[in-house]
């Protein structure tokens, strides 16, 4: 994500930084996210909890859902809020841990640490803070009975490294609740002219499926999607809105099970291998149509090159011609139709009618009469609709998201 953004990690953690001081010393500041007392209550805190809360720790509230419908904290607990900002979820997982439980806050943000360690004490609340990042947790292995995190894992550079962290430091058996924010189709576009897009927007947030596909591959097990939440739409923004809708975001709340063993390599090489992954993932990014069409080609001209080489090594290959030009048909028909796709998108007809085009002095080579420049044209004009599909898709996601006028 972030290699293809253009951030660096460095950029990624001042814009965290910066913008959550501001939600610890400044709350009553106009945000592109629900803060407060006014979060707390659309996203479901029950009114007795908030009613707990010390005053200042609510209105620097700045999550995304109510993780305790995960049910991971018990009596006795050494659980983990991570990235707890002003630790709001602390406070409420020090209620479920009991005397003899042990609460750790965690936060990147030096305000926000601040903030509530400050309150902690004035409380008289055994809360342990700890200023660091998801990706290093500074935590003994198989340490930690529970672990809450509550819109933080969308702020995190390398979430897969995150969630390896979540699932070393917890006791096998071990509980995670989490709230945050997952989107339908993915942020593809250069966003580095303006880095606090990431804590801002979408921009950090992961697939939803990606998201549980990280969770299983990490070793978690009974991984329950238990709300999802339209979380945006409480947003002051309209702008925020508008392109929340646009990338099908929201925020959803899942429990999940820390498993006896991690997988193996070869186990989780096979599962990131699987072709409904990859599928998946080039579909979500746009890229169906440059994989039909690199099928196509490869099927057309690989093909011939192999039979062509065996050929010459003597070795004697019969190629079925009809399953060879009918293999070429559909690859070529399935470029179109992802071509055709971006239309939702971007909103034009042209690179369609350049790839029907196209694909049109292909099928006609295949079938009618065969003519190599016509076929070559044909290829040529296909790839061109490809990448003005994909340029189009680009200046749409970015105009969304308010990079362009």
């Known amino acids: 994500m972030v290699a293809i953004l253009g951030y660096s990690r460095e950029q990624i953690t001042s814009a965290v930084q910066d913008m959550y001081t501001q939600v610890a010393n400044a709350p009553q500041s106009r945000f592109h996210f629900p803060v407060g007392y006014r979060a707390l209550s659309a996203l479901g805190y029950p009114e007795n909890q908030i009613e707990q809360l010390p005053g200042d720790i609510a209105a620097s509230f700045a999550g995304v859902g109510y993780p305790f419908n995960g049910g991971a904290i018990r009596t006795g607990d050494t659980t983990l809020d991570l990235g707890a900002g002003a630790g709001n979820d602390s406070f409420l997982a020090l209620s479920l841990t009991g005397p003899t439980g042990r609460v750790i806050s965690l936060d990147l943000t030096s305000a926000m640490t601040r903030k509530l360690k400050q309150r902690a004490n004035e409380e008289g609340a055994s809360i342990e803070v700890i200023q660091g990042t998801a990706e290093h947790l500074p935590f003994a292995s198989n340490s930690l009975d529970s672990i809450t995190s509550n819109g933080a894992l969308n702020l995190v550079p390398d979430k897969r490294r995150a969630i390896r962290e979540m699932f070393r430091t917890l006791k096998p058996g071990g509980r995670l609740q989490l709230a945050d924010v997952v989107i339908d189709k993915p942020v593809t576009v250069d966003c580095d002219s303006d880095p606090r897009l990431w ?58 099970r820390r498993g006896s063993q991690p997988p193996g390599f070869l186990r989780q090489w096979l599962r990131r291998s699987h072709p409904k992954r990859w599928l998946t993932a080039l579909g979500k990014r746009g890229f169906l149509s440059i994989a039909a069409l690199g099928l196509a080609l490869l099927t057309c001209y690989g093909i011939l090159a192999a039979t062509f080489l065996l050929a010459t090594l003597g070795v004697q290959v019969t190629l079925d011609l009809q399953l060879w030009s009918g293999s070429i048909a559909v690859f070529t028909a399935l ?71």
């Open 199 to 256: 804590v801002e927007c979408v921009v950090g947030a992961t697939v939803e499926e990606s998201l549980l596909a990280m969770l299983e591959d990490a070793g978690f097990e009974d991984i329950r999607i238990i709300r999802r939440i339209n979380y945006f739409d409480h947003s002051p923004s309209h702008q925020t809105r508008e392109i929340a809708k646009s990338f099908g975001a929201r925020s959803i709340e899942i429990a999940a």
């Open 335 to 405: 470029t179109v139709l992802a071509v055709a796709t971006g239309k939702r998108r971007h909103h034009q007809l042209a690179p369609t009618w350049a790839a029907v085009a196209g694909a049109g002095l292909v099928f006609f080579t295949l079938f009618v009469t065969y003519l190599f420049i016509i076929e070559l044209v044909g290829f040529i004009m296909l790839i061109g609709a490809v990448f003005w599909d994909l340029i189009l898709r680009r200046k749409d996601e970015a105009r969304r998201l308010g990079l362009t006028r």
